[in-house]
């Protein structure tokens, strides 16, 4: 294996260990530290066969991180760290699981309606213009024009779910639409009809 996939690798595998942590934080409201390989992680990481110490390193380092990103807090109870969610966790776990339910709708039937997300961010703001793009690709939105993509089915609570994690509040504004111009194209890409 190359450089570049082993790379991608590692930051898938940070990736899904820590949204079982913050699934598990969800669930139970807090895990103590050091304690993570004991709850059930390995059922949420695919319950592949994984080396106990490794997983409770790679665990508390995911903690770490998502203690960083602002997702989790630590708190002292009985003489013991324990991880909980903060509000902003709980947000980014319900974008995931709105992101994750988005592919999923892809197998309904279609209104034959679309939904155009547009959004007029500042240059100032470049990251978050950059983000909303990437997580809009990753959902399977079609790029219309620069700042206008389309896609076939309801996505209004990503949208709104967006729209906070982003601070974006009118900048990004989400339209339903019966006909667009020219449009054999997306529902070619969308396999419609």
Not at 105 to 119: A, P, Y
Request: aromatic content about 6%; hydrophobic content about 40%; overall charge positive.
């Amino acid at each position: 294996m190359g450089n570049i996939e082993s790379e991608a690798k590692k930051v898938r595998r940070k990736g899904q260990i820590q949204k079982a942590i913050l699934t598990t934080l969800l669930v139970g409201g807090m895990i103590a530290i050091g304690a993570a390989p004991r709850i059930d992680l390995l059922k949420l990481l695919g319950g592949k066969k994984r080396n106990e110490y490794r997983l409770k390193h790679q665990t508390n380092e995911a903690l770490m991180r998502l203690g960083r990103k602002g997702l989790v807090t630590f708190v002292l109870k009985n003489g013991r760290k324990f991880a909980r969610l903060t509000p902003a966790g709980t947000q980014r776990l319900k974008l995931e699981q709105e992101k994750a339910a988005l592919r999923l709708q892809k197998k309904k039937r279609w209104d034959k309606r679309w939904r155009i997300i547009i959004f007029d961010i500042p240059e100032r703001r470049r990251g978050m213009r950059s983000r909303l793009r990437a997580i809009m690709q990753e959902c399977g939105f079609v790029r219309l024009q620069d700042s206008v993509w389309v896609y076939p089915h309801d996505c209004e609570e990503l949208t709104a779910l967006l729209k906070a994690e982003l601070k974006a509040g009118s900048s990004v504004l989400y339209m339903v639409v019966e006909k667009i111009e020219n449009d054999a194209w997306l529902k070619k890409h969308f396999s419609l009809e």
